[in-house]
């Protein structure tokens, strides 16, 4: 095999993200260079692979550097029902992880529910679920998946379509947990024109989802019923490259990366804000879910406190806008005596002296 700029870069991609992840090192062997029979009570980690390209490429990649590491490599496959061929689209996929020499390699079918948040976001919910799923079943260490540059340069122009502020433009991280399960993105760094590459490069081939437009002609834009990220990709990305006269995919990937950093830094302060702001007078009233020192909370940085309410909120599964923070902030910074503010599901946050108040209404707090 001739080791291409492209191989070199996934390889070198993918054994970082699973030393990183402090995987790989369970013995001294591993150390030394070269293919390591795993031992049958081996770290797995999991390919999620769509069968298209990018997640074709990781499992070559990962099928690769796996042994190198005495790691065991194998695959998830969901197959959301949603195309009429969907199964078939499935079968596929697990053939060539098979082919690819991936073990063991599984086929999950999922109910894709459509929720008020849209299709596309129930579907990814369904995935994420069945992932993690398998991975609990399979005793499986980590789920590898295969976003690229580009997938974040197109998450920020969603970002900024959809939505504002910091949390808008942060990009996915390399290393996250979802449900307790070690989620790595190894690929953060390649462009698709290099998982592309490396899968024309090792023979494999792929399946190209209709639904992103891929082999539509370039120059005339996709019609409005095709899902946003693949208009983002197929029109605005292009358009926006032309107009700035160079590769604007580089440039908003590491921007999505420096916002990330920043909103994990951010949200660090807003935990640690939280923690210090709480009052430590036990057990809280009855419907009282957090008692917050004023005197604290003036004192910190206006966007630290606006996170801190954003992830407190968070925390208690409450939908609050924008415009409800300010609310709640105005009783810290702009105290009057105002009544208190209404919340979704029968929360309010009150002002009581020096202390901010988030209750649930006392008829539901026991319910
Ligand atoms: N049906 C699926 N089964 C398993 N994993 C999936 C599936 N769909 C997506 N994933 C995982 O989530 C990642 C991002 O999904 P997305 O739909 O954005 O894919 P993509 O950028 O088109 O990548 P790919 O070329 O691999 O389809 C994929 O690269 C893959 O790791």
Not at 91 to 97: E, L, P
Not at 247 to 255: C, E, H, P, T
């Amino acid at each position: 095999m001739v080791y291409t700029a492209e191989l070199k870069a996934g390889i070198g991609a993918v054994r970082k993200s699973l030393q990183e992840a402090g995987l790989g090192q369970q013995d001294p062997r591993f150390r030394a260079h070269g293919q390591h029979e795993p031992a049958a009570h081996a770290p797995l980690v999991l390919v999620a692979c769509s069968g298209g390209r990018d997640s074709m490429a990781l499992a070559a990649l990962a099928v690769k550097v796996c042994p190198t590491l005495g790691l065991k490599c194998g695959a998830v496959i969901v197959d959301h029902g949603l195309q009429a061929d969907s199964a078939q689209v499935s079968a596929q996929a697990v053939g060539r992880c098979q082919d690819l020499g991936l073990d063991p390699v599984v086929n999950r079918r999922v109910q894709v529910v459509q929720a008020a948040e849209g299709l596309e976001a129930a579907a990814r919910q369904a995935r994420y679920g069945a992932l993690t799923a398998v991975a609990q079943e399979l005793g499986a260490d980590a789920i590898l998946l295969a976003h690229t540059a580009d997938d974040q340069a197109e998450g920020l122009l969603i970002g900024l379509i959809r939505s504002a502020g910091l949390k808008a433009l942060a990009g996915m991280s390399a290393q996250s947990r979802r449900d307790g399960l070690l989620l790595l993105r190894p690929l953060l760094g390649l462009r698709r024109s290099q998982t592309t590459a490396i899968c024309q490069q090792l023979g494999i081939r792929w399946w190209d989802d209709p639904t992103n437009g891929d082999r539509l002609d370039p120059q005339t834009p996709l019609p409005a019923s095709f899902p946003l990220r693949s208009r983002v990709r197929h029109d605005l990305l292009p358009a926006l490259s032309a107009f700035a006269g160079k590769d604007m995919g580089a440039q908003l990937a590491r921007s999505a990366r420096l916002a990330k950093d920043d909103q994990d830094y951010i949200d660090q302060e807003a935990l640690r804000l939280l923690s210090s702001a709480r009052c430590q007078q036990e057990p809280e009233p009855i419907g009282v879910l957090a008692a917050l020192r004023v005197s604290v909370l003036k004192q910190a940085h206006p966007a630290v406190r606006a996170h801190a309410w954003a992830c407190l909120f968070q925390s208690l599964n409450l939908a609050v806008s924008s415009q409800q923070i300010g609310q709640v902030d105005a009783l810290v910074t702009h105290w009057h005596g105002q009544g208190r503010v209404t919340l979704p599901s029968f929360y309010s946050a009150t002002r009581k002296g020096h202390v901010i108040l988030i209750c649930k209404d006392r008829e539901h707090a026991n319910r």
